[in-house]
């Protein structure tokens, strides 16, 4: 089986560079949630300078005036694409499943049902 797929948008999450740099350059800071030992835990999130808060996993929301304050923002990222003949299926999918599969792995859940 071939399959092959090029992803069309990107994660707005605080490990992606440019986002990153947005909210260090609004005196954000970036870094996981941690336990009662200094241990990081799961995803990078967005907190205050000095303060635990909001901790987002995430750098674009809408409403969140405390995050707004350190760089998130709920612009949103505009992409054209011409498709061709050889682009097949589009597959349109929240972030519930782009953190547990990687674009292959849905090209070939899909792929098949294609034929």
Not at 10 to 18: E, L, N, S
Not at 23 to 37: E, K, L, P
Not at 97 to 115: A, C, H, K, Q, T
Request: net charge negative; aromatic share 8%; proline share 5%.
């Amino acid at each position: 089986m071939q399959c092959g797929c090029t992803a069309l948008s990107r994660d707005h999450k605080p490990d992606d560079k440019d986002e990153a740099d947005r909210i260090i350059a609004n005196n954000g800071r970036i870094d996981s949630y941690r336990d009662q030992h200094n241990n990081p835990l799961g995803p990078l999130r967005v907190w205050l300078k000095h303060e635990d808060v909001p901790g987002l996993a995430m750098t674009r929301s809408f409403g969140d005036a405390v995050a707004h304050s350190v760089g998130c923002n709920a612009d949103p990222e505009m992409n054209e694409y011409t498709f061709t003949k050889e682009d097949k299926v589009v597959v349109i999918a929240s972030d519930g499943v782009w953190e547990f599969l990687e674009n292959i792995d849905v090209s070939r859940i899909v792929y098949p049902f294609y034929l």
